[in-house]
């Protein structure tokens, strides 16, 4: 259910935010390291439809 597992990650993110953590998605990803990303968005994404939470 990728639907789910988005609105998780969406949620996560969300809560994020307000309790003051960093408003960009890359700093919680996963894949936020090396070459495993290559998007152009990166460092700096706030939206990304790869994401998941580390
Ligand atoms: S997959 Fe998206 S959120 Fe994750 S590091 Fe890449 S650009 Fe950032």
Known sequence: MSW???LQD???WL???LSGGS???C???KYN???ACWRPERPNA???PDYRRR
């Open 10 to 12: 969406r949620l996560a």
């Open 33 to 35: 390291y090396g070459n």
């Open 27 to 29: 700093d919680t990803c």
């Open 23 to 25: 408003r960009f998605l």
């Open 46 to 48: 706030t939206r990304c």
């Open 15 to 17: 809560w994020g935010r």
């Open 4 to 6: 789910w597992r988005a």
